[in-house]
């Protein structure tokens, strides 16, 4: 079965940068689409970025500019590059797969991680 391990999470000063990174194995890794979702406390789960297997790439308007999503196919990887951050954007944040084209809705994806929490203090 695929499984996605995130790492990279922690504390961070407002200002700062912080990077992210999913490892999957299990499934093709390839031919799939990989996204970060985050969830703030009180909040609904919301899309954050993703990549294709072609690797076009989606943000959301809150973090456009700031993230960078990338993969390594080789690695099996995808990694959230975050800059300038927040403390909006503290939150659990959560890889997800799924098979073929990118999509923004969370119950498009297949598989999920566990989550790593990412606090960002002001």
């Known amino acids: 079965q695929v499984q996605l391990v995130e790492s990279g999470g922690g504390l961070v000063q407002a200002g700062g940068s912080q990077r992210l990174a999913c490892a999957a194995s299990g499934g093709t890794f390839s031919t799939s689409s990989m996204a970060w979702f985050r969830q703030a406390p009180g909040k609904e789960r919301e899309f954050v970025a993703g990549?294709?297997?072609?690797?076009?790439?989606l943000y959301s308007d809150s973090v456009r500019g700031r993230f960078t999503v990338s993969r390594d196919n080789a690695k099996n990887t995808v990694y959230l590059q975050m800059n300038s951050l927040k403390p909006e954007d503290t939150g659990a944040y959560y890889c997800?797969?799924?098979?073929?084209?990118?999509?923004?809705?969370?119950?498009?994806?297949?598989?999920w991680g566990q989550g790593t929490q990412v606090t960002v203090s002001s």
């Open positions: 990549i294709g297997r072609f690797s076009s790439t």
């Open positions: 997800a797969q799924r098979y073929f084209a990118l999509r923004m809705e969370e119950k498009d994806y297949d598989y």
